[in-house]
Protein backbone atom coordinates (compact mmCIF):
# COMPACT_ATOMS: atom_id res chain seq x y z
CA UNK A 1 0.00 0.00 0.00
CA UNK A 2 1.47 3.30 -1.09
CA UNK A 3 1.89 6.30 1.47
CA UNK A 4 -0.71 8.28 -0.45
CA UNK A 5 -3.56 5.40 -0.22
CA UNK A 6 -2.66 4.22 3.18
CA UNK A 7 -2.88 8.18 4.31
CA UNK A 8 -6.50 8.27 2.39
CA UNK A 9 -7.50 5.25 4.37
CA UNK A 10 -6.32 6.36 7.64
CA UNK A 11 -8.47 9.81 7.38
CA UNK A 12 -11.66 8.37 5.40
CA UNK A 13 -14.13 10.89 4.58
CA UNK A 14 -13.34 13.07 7.43
CA UNK A 15 -12.61 16.69 6.13
CA UNK A 16 -9.14 17.63 5.79
CA UNK A 17 -8.33 13.62 6.34
CA UNK A 18 -5.64 12.39 9.02
CA UNK A 19 -4.49 16.61 9.80
CA UNK A 20 -7.24 17.23 12.09
CA UNK A 21 -5.86 14.68 14.16
CA UNK A 22 -2.01 15.26 13.69
CA UNK A 23 -3.00 18.49 14.62
CA UNK A 24 -4.85 18.23 18.20
CA UNK A 25 -2.34 14.78 18.89
CA UNK A 26 0.63 17.83 18.69
CA UNK A 27 -1.80 20.27 20.88
CA UNK A 28 -2.62 18.06 23.68
CA UNK A 29 0.87 17.74 24.88
CA UNK A 30 1.86 20.99 24.44
CA UNK A 31 -1.37 22.52 26.26
CA UNK A 32 -0.12 19.95 29.32
CA UNK A 33 3.37 21.00 29.22
CA UNK A 34 2.75 24.97 28.66
CA UNK A 35 -0.68 25.31 30.54
CA UNK A 36 -1.65 22.99 32.68
CA UNK A 37 1.94 21.90 34.49
CA UNK A 38 2.97 25.13 34.94
CA UNK A 39 0.04 25.98 37.33
CA UNK A 40 1.15 22.87 39.75
CA UNK A 41 -1.19 20.06 38.91
CA UNK A 42 1.46 17.75 38.51
CA UNK A 43 3.37 18.76 41.13
CA UNK A 44 4.22 15.13 42.52
CA UNK A 45 3.63 13.20 39.71
CA UNK A 46 4.54 12.69 35.91
CA UNK A 47 1.92 13.99 33.69
CA UNK A 48 2.63 11.02 30.97
CA UNK A 49 -0.21 9.46 31.85
CA UNK A 50 -2.22 12.24 31.18
CA UNK A 51 -0.47 13.01 27.48
CA UNK A 52 -1.07 8.70 27.14
CA UNK A 53 -4.33 9.04 28.05
CA UNK A 54 -5.42 11.95 26.01
CA UNK A 55 -3.48 10.99 23.16
CA UNK A 56 -5.63 7.98 23.29
CA UNK A 57 -8.81 9.38 23.54
CA UNK A 58 -8.23 11.51 20.66
CA UNK A 59 -7.54 8.41 18.08
CA UNK A 60 -10.29 6.23 19.64
CA UNK A 61 -12.55 9.55 18.70
CA UNK A 62 -10.77 9.72 15.26
CA UNK A 63 -11.47 6.11 14.72
CA UNK A 64 -15.56 6.85 15.68
CA UNK A 65 -15.92 9.95 13.38
CA UNK A 66 -14.40 8.01 10.51
CA UNK A 67 -16.62 4.74 10.77
CA UNK A 68 -19.58 7.07 10.76
CA UNK A 69 -18.52 9.66 8.00
CA UNK A 70 -16.95 6.85 5.67
CA UNK A 71 -19.27 5.04 3.69
CA UNK A 72 -18.00 1.43 2.68
CA UNK A 73 -15.81 0.97 0.11
CA UNK A 74 -17.04 0.22 -3.70
CA UNK A 75 -15.55 -2.64 -4.47
CA UNK A 76 -17.28 -3.34 -8.27
CA UNK A 77 -15.60 -4.67 -11.39
CA UNK A 78 -16.66 -3.61 -14.52
CA UNK A 79 -15.29 -5.05 -17.77
CA UNK A 80 -15.70 -2.25 -20.45
CA UNK A 81 -14.70 -2.67 -24.09
CA UNK A 82 -12.91 -0.24 -26.41
CA UNK A 83 -15.18 0.90 -29.51
CA UNK A 84 -14.83 -1.53 -32.41
CA UNK A 85 -13.12 0.82 -34.40
CA UNK A 86 -9.71 0.83 -32.14
CA UNK A 87 -9.74 -2.66 -31.55
CA UNK A 88 -11.89 -4.67 -33.41
CA UNK A 89 -13.59 -7.97 -32.18
CA UNK A 90 -12.78 -6.81 -28.70
CA UNK A 91 -16.58 -6.04 -27.81
CA UNK A 92 -17.10 -10.21 -28.07
CA UNK A 93 -14.33 -10.66 -26.32
CA UNK A 94 -15.11 -8.70 -23.27
CA UNK A 95 -18.42 -10.05 -23.26
CA UNK A 96 -17.77 -13.82 -23.21
CA UNK A 97 -15.07 -13.09 -20.17
CA UNK A 98 -18.17 -11.44 -18.70
CA UNK A 99 -20.35 -14.58 -18.91
CA UNK A 100 -17.29 -16.54 -17.46
CA UNK A 101 -17.32 -14.10 -14.45
CA UNK A 102 -21.03 -14.16 -14.27
CA UNK A 103 -21.86 -16.71 -12.18
CA UNK A 104 -19.22 -16.97 -10.07
CA UNK A 105 -20.65 -13.22 -9.18
CA UNK A 106 -24.25 -14.14 -9.05
CA UNK A 107 -22.77 -17.06 -6.12
CA UNK A 108 -20.88 -13.89 -4.61
CA UNK A 109 -17.96 -16.50 -5.31
CA UNK A 110 -15.66 -14.36 -7.55
CA UNK A 111 -12.55 -13.09 -5.41
CA UNK A 112 -9.86 -10.75 -6.29
CA UNK A 113 -7.18 -11.20 -3.55
CA UNK A 114 -9.89 -12.83 -1.95
CA UNK A 115 -12.10 -10.28 -1.45
CA UNK A 116 -15.68 -10.48 -2.94
CA UNK A 117 -15.83 -8.47 -6.11
CA UNK A 118 -19.62 -7.51 -7.33
CA UNK A 119 -19.85 -7.91 -11.21
CA UNK A 120 -21.75 -4.43 -13.29
CA UNK A 121 -23.16 -6.39 -16.13
CA UNK A 122 -22.76 -4.70 -19.50
CA UNK A 123 -24.23 -7.08 -21.93
CA UNK A 124 -26.01 -5.93 -24.46
CA UNK A 125 -26.26 -2.47 -23.10
CA UNK A 126 -23.31 -0.51 -24.19
CA UNK A 127 -23.72 1.96 -27.49
CA UNK A 128 -20.60 3.38 -29.11
CA UNK A 129 -18.63 6.16 -28.79
CA UNK A 130 -17.88 5.02 -25.47
CA UNK A 131 -15.11 6.84 -23.12
CA UNK A 132 -12.23 4.13 -22.48
CA UNK A 133 -9.56 5.78 -20.36
CA UNK A 134 -5.78 5.62 -21.60
CA UNK A 135 -3.84 7.05 -18.71
CA UNK A 136 -4.47 6.90 -14.64
CA UNK A 137 -6.02 10.49 -14.30
CA UNK A 138 -8.64 9.13 -16.84
CA UNK A 139 -9.27 5.95 -15.22
CA UNK A 140 -9.52 7.79 -11.61
CA UNK A 141 -12.15 10.49 -13.16
CA UNK A 142 -13.81 7.14 -14.85
CA UNK A 143 -13.81 4.75 -12.22
CA UNK A 144 -14.98 7.39 -9.25
CA UNK A 145 -17.47 8.82 -11.39
CA UNK A 146 -19.23 5.05 -11.16
CA UNK A 147 -18.17 4.04 -7.84
CA UNK A 148 -15.40 1.42 -9.07
CA UNK A 149 -12.64 -0.44 -7.36
CA UNK A 150 -11.95 -2.30 -10.31
CA UNK A 151 -12.05 -1.50 -14.15
CA UNK A 152 -10.81 -4.14 -16.69
CA UNK A 153 -10.17 -1.99 -20.18
CA UNK A 154 -7.86 -2.05 -23.22
CA UNK A 155 -5.40 0.55 -24.31
CA UNK A 156 -3.73 1.18 -27.89
CA UNK A 157 -1.32 3.40 -28.73
CA UNK A 158 -0.15 2.44 -32.46
CA UNK A 159 1.06 -0.75 -32.02
CA UNK A 160 1.10 -1.42 -28.51
CA UNK A 161 -1.86 -2.82 -27.38
CA UNK A 162 -3.13 -3.98 -23.75
CA UNK A 163 -5.75 -5.01 -21.94
CA UNK A 164 -5.44 -3.62 -18.40
CA UNK A 165 -7.00 -3.83 -15.30
CA UNK A 166 -7.43 -0.41 -13.20
CA UNK A 167 -7.64 0.13 -9.36
CA UNK A 168 -9.00 2.63 -7.55
CA UNK A 169 -8.74 2.28 -3.91
CA UNK A 170 -8.43 5.33 -1.36
CA UNK A 171 -8.20 8.06 -3.70
CA UNK A 172 -5.33 6.44 -5.94
CA UNK A 173 -5.67 4.99 -9.20
CA UNK A 174 -3.08 2.61 -10.63
CA UNK A 175 -2.41 -0.03 -12.78
CA UNK A 176 -3.37 -3.38 -11.21
CA UNK A 177 -2.08 -5.73 -13.88
CA UNK A 178 -1.85 -5.95 -17.60
CA UNK A 179 -1.45 -7.99 -20.24
CA UNK A 180 -0.07 -7.71 -23.98
CA UNK A 181 -1.99 -8.19 -26.74
CA UNK A 182 -0.50 -9.85 -29.77
CA UNK A 183 -0.46 -8.67 -33.27
CA UNK A 184 -2.85 -8.89 -35.14
CA UNK A 185 -4.76 -7.93 -32.22
CA UNK A 186 -7.77 -9.95 -33.47
CA UNK A 187 -10.61 -11.26 -31.37
CA UNK A 188 -8.91 -14.45 -30.69
CA UNK A 189 -5.76 -12.33 -29.38
CA UNK A 190 -7.75 -9.79 -27.55
CA UNK A 191 -9.36 -12.93 -25.63
CA UNK A 192 -6.59 -14.76 -24.88
CA UNK A 193 -4.44 -11.60 -23.24
CA UNK A 194 -7.84 -10.93 -21.23
CA UNK A 195 -8.30 -14.71 -20.17
CA UNK A 196 -4.83 -14.37 -18.91
CA UNK A 197 -5.27 -11.78 -16.77
CA UNK A 198 -8.38 -12.71 -15.40
CA UNK A 199 -6.95 -15.87 -14.51
CA UNK A 200 -4.19 -14.53 -12.62
CA UNK A 201 -6.44 -12.04 -10.74
CA UNK A 202 -9.63 -13.38 -10.20
CA UNK A 203 -11.12 -16.51 -8.40
CA UNK A 204 -14.36 -18.69 -8.86
CA UNK A 205 -14.17 -17.83 -12.42
CA UNK A 206 -16.35 -20.60 -15.08
CA UNK A 207 -15.06 -21.46 -18.06
CA UNK A 208 -15.26 -19.95 -21.66
CA UNK A 209 -18.16 -22.05 -23.87
CA UNK A 210 -15.74 -23.15 -26.61
CA UNK A 211 -17.79 -23.58 -29.99
CA UNK A 212 -16.61 -20.51 -31.31
CA UNK A 213 -16.28 -19.29 -34.86
CA UNK A 214 -16.59 -15.60 -36.13
CA UNK A 215 -19.84 -15.11 -37.17
CA UNK A 216 -20.53 -15.85 -33.78
CA UNK A 217 -18.71 -11.84 -33.39
CA UNK A 218 -22.00 -10.42 -34.16
CA UNK A 219 -24.13 -11.73 -31.52
CA UNK A 220 -21.79 -9.77 -28.61
CA UNK A 221 -22.18 -5.90 -29.68
CA UNK A 222 -25.14 -3.49 -29.15
CA UNK A 223 -28.68 -4.36 -30.41
CA UNK A 224 -28.86 -2.14 -33.47
CA UNK A 225 -32.38 -1.71 -35.75
CA UNK A 226 -30.78 -2.55 -39.06
CA UNK A 227 -31.39 -5.26 -41.94
CA UNK A 228 -27.39 -5.96 -42.22
CA UNK A 229 -27.46 -7.25 -38.12
CA UNK A 230 -30.33 -9.27 -39.08
CA UNK A 231 -28.41 -10.91 -42.09
CA UNK A 232 -25.49 -11.34 -40.11
CA UNK A 233 -27.17 -13.83 -37.43
CA UNK A 234 -25.59 -17.03 -37.37
CA UNK A 235 -27.72 -19.98 -38.06
CA UNK A 236 -27.97 -23.31 -36.58
CA UNK A 237 -27.19 -24.60 -33.17
CA UNK A 238 -25.23 -22.55 -30.65
CA UNK A 239 -23.79 -22.56 -27.03
CA UNK A 240 -25.93 -22.09 -24.56
CA UNK A 241 -25.20 -18.27 -23.74
CA UNK A 242 -24.71 -17.41 -27.31
CA UNK A 243 -27.68 -18.87 -28.08
CA UNK A 244 -29.91 -16.50 -25.78
CA UNK A 245 -28.12 -13.66 -27.39
CA UNK A 246 -29.11 -14.58 -30.82
CA UNK A 247 -32.66 -15.28 -29.67
CA UNK A 248 -32.96 -11.53 -27.60
CA UNK A 249 -30.97 -9.69 -30.90
CA UNK A 250 -34.43 -11.54 -33.21
CA UNK A 251 -36.69 -10.41 -30.35
CA UNK A 252 -35.01 -7.12 -30.27
CA UNK A 253 -35.53 -6.63 -33.90
CA UNK A 254 -39.21 -8.01 -34.04
CA UNK A 255 -38.64 -10.97 -35.37
CA UNK A 256 -41.47 -12.99 -36.35
CA UNK A 257 -43.92 -14.36 -33.74
CA UNK A 258 -43.47 -17.88 -35.28
CA UNK A 259 -39.48 -18.05 -35.30
CA UNK A 260 -39.29 -15.80 -31.83
CA UNK A 261 -41.65 -18.67 -29.58
CA UNK A 262 -39.98 -21.92 -30.07
CA UNK A 263 -36.81 -19.92 -28.87
CA UNK A 264 -38.54 -18.20 -26.17
CA UNK A 265 -39.73 -22.11 -25.12
CA UNK A 266 -35.87 -23.21 -25.56
CA UNK A 267 -34.75 -20.55 -23.57
CA UNK A 268 -37.47 -21.28 -20.55
CA UNK A 269 -36.22 -24.97 -20.78
CA UNK A 270 -32.66 -24.08 -20.19
CA UNK A 271 -33.09 -21.60 -17.47
CA UNK A 272 -34.67 -25.02 -15.85
CA UNK A 273 -32.15 -27.34 -17.03
CA UNK A 274 -28.62 -24.99 -16.65
CA UNK A 275 -29.14 -22.43 -13.81
CA UNK A 276 -25.53 -21.37 -14.11
CA UNK A 277 -26.87 -19.49 -17.04
CA UNK A 278 -28.48 -17.20 -14.84
CA UNK A 279 -31.27 -14.89 -15.25
CA UNK A 280 -30.33 -14.40 -19.13
CA UNK A 281 -33.15 -16.90 -20.23
CA UNK A 282 -35.92 -15.30 -18.00
CA UNK A 283 -34.85 -11.92 -19.03
CA UNK A 284 -35.91 -13.09 -22.61
CA UNK A 285 -38.75 -14.41 -21.25
CA UNK A 286 -40.36 -11.68 -19.71
CA UNK A 287 -39.12 -9.53 -22.71
CA UNK A 288 -41.34 -11.61 -24.57
CA UNK A 289 -44.30 -12.46 -22.56
CA UNK A 290 -44.45 -8.19 -21.78
CA UNK A 291 -44.44 -7.43 -25.83
CA UNK A 292 -47.77 -10.59 -25.87
CA UNK A 293 -49.39 -8.80 -23.17
CA UNK A 294 -49.63 -11.76 -20.98
CA UNK A 295 -48.46 -10.05 -17.82
CA UNK A 296 -49.20 -12.15 -15.42
CA UNK A 297 -46.38 -14.65 -17.47
CA UNK A 298 -44.28 -11.93 -17.66
CA UNK A 299 -44.36 -10.69 -14.16
CA UNK A 300 -43.27 -14.50 -12.86
CA UNK A 301 -40.61 -14.32 -15.47
CA UNK A 302 -38.92 -11.38 -13.83
CA UNK A 303 -39.41 -12.74 -10.78
CA UNK A 304 -37.41 -16.13 -11.87
CA UNK A 305 -34.80 -13.60 -13.06
CA UNK A 306 -34.31 -11.59 -9.79
CA UNK A 307 -34.18 -14.79 -7.68
CA UNK A 308 -30.94 -15.95 -9.72
CA UNK A 309 -29.35 -12.72 -10.66
CA UNK A 310 -30.15 -9.77 -8.63
CA UNK A 311 -27.45 -7.94 -10.65
CA UNK A 312 -28.77 -8.03 -14.11
CA UNK A 313 -30.02 -4.36 -15.04
CA UNK A 314 -32.29 -5.56 -17.73
CA UNK A 315 -34.89 -7.19 -14.95
CA UNK A 316 -35.28 -3.78 -13.36
CA UNK A 317 -35.75 -2.32 -16.86
CA UNK A 318 -38.51 -3.95 -17.17
CA UNK A 319 -40.22 -3.78 -14.16
CA UNK A 320 -40.26 0.17 -14.95
CA UNK A 321 -42.26 -0.98 -18.00
CA UNK A 322 -45.20 -2.64 -15.53
CA UNK A 323 -48.16 -1.39 -14.30
CA UNK A 324 -48.26 0.00 -10.73
CA UNK A 325 -49.93 -2.85 -9.12
CA UNK A 326 -47.51 -5.19 -10.28
CA UNK A 327 -44.64 -3.00 -9.76
CA UNK A 328 -45.37 -2.39 -6.28
CA UNK A 329 -45.59 -5.88 -5.45
CA UNK A 330 -41.68 -5.94 -6.04
CA UNK A 331 -41.31 -3.10 -3.83
CA UNK A 332 -41.04 -0.08 -6.10
CA UNK A 333 -43.63 2.81 -5.78
CA UNK A 334 -43.13 4.57 -9.16
CA UNK A 335 -41.33 3.51 -12.61
CA UNK A 336 -38.75 5.87 -11.75
CA UNK A 337 -37.24 3.59 -8.51
CA UNK A 338 -37.03 1.02 -11.14
CA UNK A 339 -35.37 2.35 -13.81
CA UNK A 340 -32.82 4.03 -10.51
CA UNK A 341 -32.14 0.30 -10.15
CA UNK A 342 -31.88 -0.55 -13.00
CA UNK A 343 -29.04 2.67 -13.71
CA UNK A 344 -27.42 1.90 -10.18
CA UNK A 345 -26.42 -1.46 -11.47
CA UNK A 346 -25.60 -0.11 -14.77
CA UNK A 347 -24.80 3.41 -15.08
CA UNK A 348 -24.19 3.24 -19.13
CA UNK A 349 -27.83 1.97 -20.12
CA UNK A 350 -28.39 4.73 -21.69
CA UNK A 351 -32.43 4.19 -22.36
CA UNK A 352 -32.77 3.72 -18.63
CA UNK A 353 -30.79 7.31 -17.99
CA UNK A 354 -33.27 8.67 -20.28
CA UNK A 355 -36.12 7.06 -19.11
CA UNK A 356 -35.62 8.04 -15.47
CA UNK A 357 -34.92 11.72 -16.37
CA UNK A 358 -38.28 11.84 -17.56
CA UNK A 359 -39.79 10.04 -14.73
CA UNK A 360 -38.43 12.36 -12.19
CA UNK A 361 -39.10 15.17 -14.28
CA UNK A 362 -43.20 14.19 -14.30
CA UNK A 363 -42.31 13.45 -10.46
CA UNK A 364 -41.48 17.09 -10.37
CA UNK A 365 -38.08 15.83 -8.79
CA UNK A 366 -35.73 16.73 -11.89
CA UNK A 367 -32.64 17.35 -9.96
CA UNK A 368 -32.80 13.98 -8.63
CA UNK A 369 -31.84 12.87 -12.21
CA UNK A 370 -28.83 14.74 -12.60
CA UNK A 371 -26.27 12.47 -10.64
CA UNK A 372 -27.71 9.36 -12.84
CA UNK A 373 -26.98 11.55 -16.11
CA UNK A 374 -23.89 12.86 -14.82
CA UNK A 375 -22.33 9.20 -14.70
CA UNK A 376 -23.42 8.58 -18.17
CA UNK A 377 -21.91 11.15 -19.63
CA UNK A 378 -18.39 10.04 -18.00
CA UNK A 379 -19.24 6.88 -20.03
CA UNK A 380 -20.64 9.02 -23.39
CA UNK A 381 -19.19 12.51 -22.71
CA UNK A 382 -19.96 13.10 -26.15
CA UNK A 383 -23.46 11.98 -26.26
CA UNK A 384 -25.38 14.98 -27.48
CA UNK A 385 -28.88 13.86 -26.19
CA UNK A 386 -27.14 13.40 -22.92
CA UNK A 387 -26.52 16.83 -22.70
CA UNK A 388 -29.89 17.63 -23.63
CA UNK A 389 -31.42 15.39 -21.15
CA UNK A 390 -28.62 17.54 -18.53
CA UNK A 391 -29.74 20.70 -19.55
CA UNK A 392 -33.55 20.51 -19.88
CA UNK A 393 -33.39 18.69 -15.92
CA UNK A 394 -31.28 22.24 -15.30
CA UNK A 395 -33.56 23.98 -16.71
CA UNK A 396 -36.85 22.63 -14.47
CA UNK A 397 -34.75 23.52 -11.46
CA UNK A 398 -34.08 26.59 -12.28
CA UNK A 399 -30.49 26.27 -13.10
CA UNK A 400 -29.81 28.55 -16.11
CA UNK A 401 -26.58 28.46 -16.09
CA UNK A 402 -25.82 24.39 -16.30
CA UNK A 403 -28.79 24.56 -18.62
CA UNK A 404 -26.98 26.79 -20.92
CA UNK A 405 -23.50 25.01 -20.70
CA UNK A 406 -25.33 21.79 -21.58
CA UNK A 407 -27.30 23.02 -24.39
CA UNK A 408 -24.37 24.62 -25.84
CA UNK A 409 -22.26 21.54 -25.56
CA UNK A 410 -25.13 19.60 -27.00
CA UNK A 411 -25.39 21.72 -30.08
CA UNK A 412 -21.71 21.63 -30.50
CA UNK A 413 -21.76 17.94 -30.17
CA UNK A 414 -25.24 17.80 -32.96
CA UNK A 415 -25.38 20.65 -35.11
CA UNK A 416 -28.05 19.75 -36.74
CA UNK A 417 -30.39 19.15 -33.77
CA UNK A 418 -32.59 21.85 -33.71
CA UNK A 419 -33.63 21.33 -29.97
CA UNK A 420 -30.87 22.42 -28.04
CA UNK A 421 -30.56 25.70 -30.50
CA UNK A 422 -34.56 26.34 -29.71
CA UNK A 423 -33.89 25.55 -26.14
CA UNK A 424 -30.88 28.51 -26.08
CA UNK A 425 -32.83 30.82 -27.78
CA UNK A 426 -35.94 30.19 -25.12
CA UNK A 427 -33.76 30.80 -22.16
CA UNK A 428 -31.96 34.02 -23.64
CA UNK A 429 -35.31 35.58 -24.27
CA UNK A 430 -36.44 34.55 -20.46
CA UNK A 431 -33.55 36.71 -19.35
CA UNK A 432 -34.31 38.88 -21.38
CA UNK A 433 -31.22 39.18 -23.19
CA UNK A 434 -33.19 39.54 -27.02
CA UNK A 435 -29.92 40.54 -28.91
CA UNK A 436 -28.25 36.90 -27.90
CA UNK A 437 -31.71 35.20 -28.70
CA UNK A 438 -31.38 35.81 -32.51
CA UNK A 439 -28.79 33.75 -33.37
CA UNK A 440 -29.80 30.41 -32.25
CA UNK A 441 -33.05 30.70 -32.61
CA UNK A 442 -32.70 31.41 -36.31
CA UNK A 443 -30.76 28.80 -36.32
CA UNK A 444 -33.67 26.17 -34.75
CA UNK A 445 -35.75 28.01 -37.93
CA UNK A 446 -33.07 27.02 -40.38
CA UNK A 447 -33.43 23.22 -39.09
CA UNK A 448 -36.87 22.97 -39.13
CA UNK A 449 -37.79 23.60 -35.52
CA UNK A 450 -41.45 24.02 -34.05
CA UNK A 451 -43.31 26.75 -34.75
CA UNK A 452 -42.74 28.33 -31.46
CA UNK A 453 -39.09 29.35 -33.02
CA UNK A 454 -40.67 31.83 -35.34
CA UNK A 455 -42.95 33.52 -32.25
CA UNK A 456 -39.95 34.30 -30.12
CA UNK A 457 -37.70 35.73 -32.85
CA UNK A 458 -40.75 38.05 -33.52
CA UNK A 459 -40.49 39.03 -29.56
CA UNK A 460 -37.10 39.34 -29.79
CA UNK A 461 -37.27 41.68 -32.83
CA UNK A 462 -39.89 43.60 -31.52
CA UNK A 463 -37.79 43.76 -28.32
CA UNK A 464 -34.65 45.23 -30.09
CA UNK A 465 -36.77 47.67 -32.01
CA UNK A 466 -36.68 46.50 -35.65
CA UNK A 467 -40.65 46.09 -36.08
CA UNK A 468 -40.64 44.82 -39.81
CA UNK A 469 -38.49 41.60 -38.92
CA UNK A 470 -40.79 41.36 -35.84
CA UNK A 471 -43.88 41.50 -37.69
CA UNK A 472 -42.48 39.17 -40.66
CA UNK A 473 -41.75 36.22 -38.21
CA UNK A 474 -44.86 36.82 -36.47
CA UNK A 475 -46.76 36.57 -39.80
CA UNK A 476 -45.24 33.63 -40.50
CA UNK A 477 -45.95 32.12 -37.25
CA UNK A 478 -49.72 32.64 -37.73
CA UNK A 479 -49.31 31.17 -41.22
CA UNK A 480 -47.88 28.05 -39.64
CA UNK A 481 -51.22 27.49 -38.38
CA UNK A 482 -52.18 25.44 -34.92
CA UNK A 483 -55.00 26.16 -32.33
CA UNK A 484 -56.81 29.09 -31.01
CA UNK A 485 -55.30 29.02 -28.09
CA UNK A 486 -51.95 28.31 -29.35
CA UNK A 487 -52.01 31.26 -32.48
CA UNK A 488 -53.71 33.73 -29.42
CA UNK A 489 -50.01 34.50 -27.99
CA UNK A 490 -49.04 35.77 -31.46
CA UNK A 491 -52.03 37.72 -32.25
CA UNK A 492 -51.66 39.84 -29.69
CA UNK A 493 -48.18 40.24 -30.21
CA UNK A 494 -48.50 41.77 -33.89
CA UNK A 495 -51.27 43.63 -33.09
CA UNK A 496 -49.10 44.97 -30.17
CA UNK A 497 -46.05 45.29 -32.49
CA UNK A 498 -48.78 46.66 -35.11
CA UNK A 499 -49.62 49.62 -33.15
CA UNK A 500 -45.97 50.80 -32.18
CA UNK A 501 -45.29 50.69 -36.03
CA UNK A 502 -48.07 53.01 -36.57
CA UNK A 503 -47.48 55.19 -34.12
CA UNK A 504 -46.10 58.58 -35.13
Known amino acids: MTFIRLWNWAGGDIPGALWPLLFFLALWPLFILRVIKPIGVFRDRSPLPWISAGLALLVALHLVIRHSVTPPRPEALLCWPPNEETLPGSAAAFSRLEDALRPGAARQELRWHGKSAPLLITQHLLGPDRHVPATLAEAQAFMEALDLRLLLSATATGKDKRVVLWRLEWGQCTIEDEEAIVAPAAFSQVEAALNKLARRQFTGMATMEKDWQDSHTVLYGAVQDSASLWLRLPQGELPP?????????????????????????????LAQSAPELGAEPWVLAGDWFARAGQWEEARQAVANALSLEAAHPLIFWQLGHMAPTPLKSFGFAHKADAYAACVQRQPAFLPAVM????ELSLLRKSGQALPAVDRALACYPRSAELWLLRGNLCWEILDHDGSRRAWEESARLRPQDHRAWLNLGQLKVGQRRFREAVAPLERAVSLGSPPIALHLLGLAHGELGDLARARHYLQRRLEAGGTLEELAGTQRLLKRISAQGATP
Open 241 to 269: RAFLRRSSLILALDGPTAQVAPLVEKAIA
Open 355 to 358: ELGR
